[in-house]
């Protein structure tokens, strides 16, 4: 024990160090909490001892810079912000995200003072800690040097040593990937997220990110102000009309059991009248973020920055005086997806994201009902849902595990394997079948308002799940498979809207058969609608009688290439 004495007192040249451990221990709560309490690492006992101790890292490696009052002084305003992350994480089992930093930076003070009076026990709390703080600082904290520079030494070379180690472990991981150049960027990606899930890196990562994205969204607000489709209606139809895009998640076309799949993975829709299911549809590409620009705007593959020199699908539909929402199980981290929303009337995006353990789509379903139930005419409902992106298990709740054995708890990465493809697979169609209750209850709650309406449903892109020689696995490869390529998309009228548009309900059935790709569905979508601009090509419209399919589909991949698929 005097040995360990000594070696402390080698490190730390005040005899404070007992009373900077506390002042440590309390910058260090969010982190505890998120250690006991994050989804990601609850019940994992190597995780949390890594994650703790990255934390500590984290949290020391400025002490190195300052003296010890000035320290503390400085790190104060991250035990300030710390309910932040605390709450989150004993809310929605996860850190501070982007999501999160957006609703907040947008909530106006009544809504603040609201909460915080909700909770003023633990506000009362919070403040004795920071009395408590403050009186050590100030009483107890001398201001000199924390560490000798031995003690600087170790700090630096514990730190070093471990991003070493987890970009390495972070490359391991990215093996699932195709190519060296695009597994160094996932490695990379990666290992930056590690830094986005610790406090205070992740509080910091998202306030920077939200305020960039904000600035953003003004540049090209200003820079498509003056842009008009000069959308107007093909038609006037008397009463309700409602029109339903749900963008779906890494869905593969052939895991539907609606699709000729050998399971049972979409039981309700294989009994829902009226719905048509595209045979032969390629997106554009194996990204989402590329993905979701090509699917509403007019941009393709090979005049890609289209997307951002015109407006978007719902633009049109404002234009033409409907009434436009946007629920998203995804956050709203996305700077595209932020400019079109910011002129919609309703929107609803997740704090949480992809990493939270049950943020499920279903969720949303509730938010639908309160965009059905206002009181409007003519309706643009867009759903952006997480569908099937991995973590597979976390997609659906425990009542659709129905194919066992599958993922459970804190899955992560390092469980993608071909020799985890029974596992991945089972779970990937348990998604499946939770996607399948979502659009089903979709379809029905859009059917019980006797409307003119349609429901159209396509995912991003598809997935990898080891099924070819190759070994591929997820998705976002340089040179992609048609694994990540072949998506699902389902076409749902009512009856009144058969009445009304005849000729298009038999165009949508004619074609289904036909080669299709994502940049259709701005052209078909807005002809579903009973909506035209001039410079409209009914060539690119399902619901057209002219409609013609493509000889071969054209792809962007990651690195920016344009490459084509002539088959299935």
Known sequence: MKRIGKMIRSLFPSNKYGWMTLLFFLLLLPNLVVMFRSSDLAGDIPKQVAYLFFSCLILTVPALLFKARVYFALSSLFLILSPIEIGHVILNKMPISIGLMSAILNTNNQEAFELIYSLKGYVLLFILILILYYWVLFTRIENKPIFTGKGKIVVFSLFALFNIALWGTMWKMSDYTDGAVYRM????????????????????????????????????????????????????????????????????????????????????????????????????????????????????????????????????????????????????????????????????????????????????????????????????????????????????????????????????????????????????????????????????????????????????????????????????????????????????????????????????????????????????FLDIAGLSYPEEDKGESVASPEFREDSVWYILTPDKRLIKKSDL
């Open 185 to 524: 960027r996932a490695a990379n990606s990666n290992f930056l997220m590690k830094y986005k899930k610790v406090y205070p890196c992740d509080l910091l990562a998202a306030t920077t990110e939200v305020f960039a994205m904000e600035r953003e969204i003004d540049r090209m607000q200003e820079q498509l102000k003056d842009f008009s489709f000069r959308a107007e209606r093909q038609d006037t139809l008397p009463g309700k009309e409602i029109y339903v895009l749900v963008i779906g998640e890494s869905s593969r076309y052939g895991n539907y059991s609606l699709n000729g799949y050998n399971r049972p993975t979409s039981p309700l829709l294989d009994k829902q009248e009226n719905l048509v299911s595209y045979s032969k549809v390629l997106t554009t590409s194996n990204l989402t973020n590329i993905a979701i620009q090509q699917i509403l705007t007019r941009a393709t593959p090979d005049n890609p920055d289209i997307a951002y020199k015109e407006k978007a699908l719902p633009d049109a539909f404002i234009e033409c005086g409907f009434s436009t929402a946007w629920l998203a199980s995804q956050s709203s981290s996305d700077r595209f997806v932020k400019r079109i929303t910011a002129d919609m009337d309703y929107t609803f995006f997740s704090t949480t994201d992809f990493d939270s353990a049950d943020n499920y789509d279903g969720k949303l379903l509730p938010h639908l009902d309160s965009v059905l139930s206002l009181d409007k005419q003519k309706q643009l409902i867009v759903i952006h849902t997480l569908g099937s992106h991995f973590r597979y298990n976390a997609r659906y709740p425990e009542s659709f595990c129905r194919f066992t054995p599958s993922l459970h708890d804190n899955t992560g990465y390092d469980v993608v394997s071909p020799s985890n493809k029974e596992i991945l697979v089972n779970s990937y169609d348990n998604s499946i079948c939770y996607t399948d209750y979502v659009l089903n209850e979709i379809i029905r709650k859009v059917n019980d308002e006797k409307a003119v309406s349609a429901v159209v449903y396509l995912s991003d892109h598809a997935e990898n799940l080891y099924d070819d020689e190759r070994n591929l696995a997820v998705h976002g490869n340089t040179e992609p498979s048609i694994y990540e390529l072949h998506i699902p998309l389902f076409i749902w009228t009512s009856a009144a809207y058969r009445d009304a548009r005849p000729e298009k309900a038999e165009a949508i059935e004619n074609h289904k058969e036909k080669k299709v790709s994502t940049s259709n569905l701005f052209h078909s």
